[in-house]
């Protein structure tokens, strides 16, 4: 019979692995690092110049059994009173009834219904999203970039991307203003870093 020898980094390195995937299946929920995540957006003014903006207090849940994230669900819920593009007054104007109505719609959310591989370590991910009081079914791209362990917390954390582009009018945001002011598409951009919890 053949004997079969591993060296030192190789067994170490096997061991690391094994263990980072048994951890990874056993605890099946992430939650977004929030100083190292950001939700993003941007949209054409005038049909000459792009605005962006982010939402500032922000939490997003992962859930997954499955140490390539294929059969994740994610969960985000985001302040609309944390917009913020740079701009105090236009901050805002966003906030009121012209358009997020942050006092009356304190929340933005997003909870997905489903996962589908769109390529290597990139997904469809579609799910119901609710601004200003308005759910409508939306699919965005996903990226799972890769999990590592962190080595100031000793944890396991997970990066992912997120673009697409949703239309404001589906969600009655901003009525009086119309396309040529502002864009009626939306381009969403985020991305994070999330731990096990």
């Known amino acids: 019979m053949k004997k079969v020898t591993f060296s030192g980094i190789t067994l170490l390195s096997l061991l ?82 012209d358009f997020f109505d942050a006092e009356k719609y304190p929340n933005l959310t997003f909870k997905s219904t489903s996962l589908k591989k769109a390529g290597k370590n990139q997904f469809k991910l579609a799910g119901d999203l609710t601004i200003h009081g308005v759910t409508k079914p939306v699919v965005l791209d996903l990226t799972y970039n890769g999990t590592v362990e962190n080595q100031m917390s000793k944890k396991a954390t997970a990066g992912f991307s997120l673009s697409g582009t949703i239309k404001r009018s589906d969600f009655s945001i901003g009525s009086k203003f119309p396309a040529p002011m502002i864009s009626d598409e939306v381009r969403i951009n985020a991305s994070g870093e999330f731990t096990q919890n």
């Open 16 to 97: 690391a692995f094994f263990a980072l995937s048994a951890f990874t299946i056993l605890n099946g929920t992430w939650k977004n690092d929030p100083a190292h995540s950001q939700l993003g957006f941007t949209v054409t003014h005038l049909g000459i110049s792009d605005v962006s903006g982010t939402f500032n207090d922000f939490n997003v849940e992962v859930k997954s059994s499955k140490p390539d994230f294929s059969d994740a669900s994610f969960e985000l819920n985001a302040k609309t009173a944390s917009i913020d593009t740079r701009v105090e007054a236009r901050n805002k104007h966003l906030k009121s009834a």
